[in-house]
């Protein structure tokens, strides 16, 4: 009974938002015209940056991602805090079972390949799709992949934190930098060079690689805080 | 070109619809809490596909000045939904994290899964 309720709001509710949004012009310039050629035009003039989204995601609205890091980081320590058990019930992650040979050489041979690939990914984050919050997840991934196949692989906690803090704390240091030498947090302190270039855009790339090691160490984080809860 | 832009739209939009309702439908309806965490996540997927879909421009390029496509601003397709959409994900995937060890330690207490079976809400 409450399923037929329930499916005859929401048919309602599709309807309505169906027809909202059919009044939008498809693929037509429509909203906000203005601010999108403004970036536009700044970023390849001013910042000589390539990839747009990028620009506006590390430079325009820095600040904010700032505060996304700083979400992924809360998110991982309440998860740590949330799980949190004595340290005599840890036992062995039960819900895993040995892997095979194949999956063992095959897992060893794709890990450099797989963090090779991430990084290659945050370092060009300014020249072509991707960026640190992609590298990140590329590198985690692989981490993933050696903590599902050998049993006793083990993370380095400390370590994890170390990386995460020093980029952390670097981010701030260049916002910082920009504010007490150009008048505003997280403005542009070095010289832009030249478009496509892989030295180009100023703090951009920087601030991007700290992002990426800062995303992979919280992701690992995460998937070995995950991995570890036995239920 | 018109008639396959419009199939395009309904496309597009009707199947960012559908997902939004998909997920509205499950965490309504369902009654274990890794189903309700789902329906959550696949809201948020929806959404995303909506605001891309807002910043698409008809026969629009890829925001990159890449090689070849340095005097091509004017067809780009709109950066700032997809700025957004990348926060967005960010932000959905620490919610899900979070969610989901919730679920973890609500098992742990309760032995179930099912929130009609979990009636006292003292820890």
Redesign the interface.
């Known amino acids: 009974m409450?399923?037929y309720i329930?499916?005859g709001l929401?048919a309602v509710?599709?309807y309505y938002?169906?027809n909202v949004?059919?009044l939008?012009d498809?693929?037509?310039?429509h909203?906000?015209q203005g601010?999108?050629?403004v970036?536009?035009?700044s970023?390849?003039n001013v910042l000589q940056v390539?990839?747009?989204?990028t620009a506006?995601?590390v430079n325009f609205?820095g600040f904010?991602?700032l505060g996304?890091v700083t979400?992924?980081f809360?998110?991982?320590t309440?998860?740590s805090g949330?799980?949190y058990k004595k340290r005599h019930d840890i036992g062995d992650r039960s819900i895993l079972f040995p892997a095979s040979s194949i999956i063992r050489a095959g897992s060893k041979m794709l890990f450099p390949t797989i963090t090779l690939l991430g990084v290659y990914v945050f370092v060009h984050g300014h020249?072509?799709?991707g960026?640190g919050?992609q590298g990140g997840t590329i590198i985690a991934t692989g981490f993933l992949l050696m903590l599902l196949t050998y049993q006793n692989y083990s993370v380095s906690h400390n370590r994890l934190v170390w990386v995460e803090s020093i980029a952390g704390i670097l981010f701030v240091v260049i916002g910082l930098a920009g504010y007490f030498m150009k008048g505003s947090f997280l403005e542009n302190v070095l010289p832009v060079g030249q478009?496509?270039d892989l030295f180009s855009g100023g703090v951009i790339g920087i601030i991007y690689v700290l992002v990426g090691f800062k995303?992979a160490a919280e992701l690992i984080g995460?998937i070995y805080?995950?991995l570890h809860?036995k239920? | 070109m018109e008639k396959y832009l419009d199939i395009l739209e309904i496309v597009i939009y009707g199947s960012a619809v559908a997902l939004i309702l998909i997920g509205l439908y499950g965490t309504l309806t369902k009654k274990s809490l890794i189903k309700i965490v789902l329906g959550l996540s696949i809201m948020d997927s929806g959404i995303h596909l909506l605001m891309i879909a807002l910043g698409y421009l008809k026969g629009g390029t890829a925001p990159i000045f890449s090689k070849g496509y340095e005097n091509a601003a004017d067809r780009m397709v709109d950066p700032i939904p997809q700025a957004l959409v990348l926060t967005a994900i960010v932000i959905g995937f620490g919610v899900t994290a979070v969610a989901l060890s919730l679920v973890i330690r609500l098992y742990r207490h309760h032995d179930t899964l099912r929130i009609d079976e979990i009636k006292n809400l003292k820890w």
């Open positions: 409450k399923k329930v499916l929401l509710l599709g938002l169906m949004f059919l939008i498809f693929g037509m310039p909203f906000a601010v999108k050629d970036y536009l035009s970023s390849e390539s990839n747009v989204v506006i995601v609205r904010d991602t996304e979400v992924l809360l998110s991982a309440a998860m949330i799980l020249l072509s799709p960026g919050f478009l496509n995303v995460i805080t995950m809860e239920g």
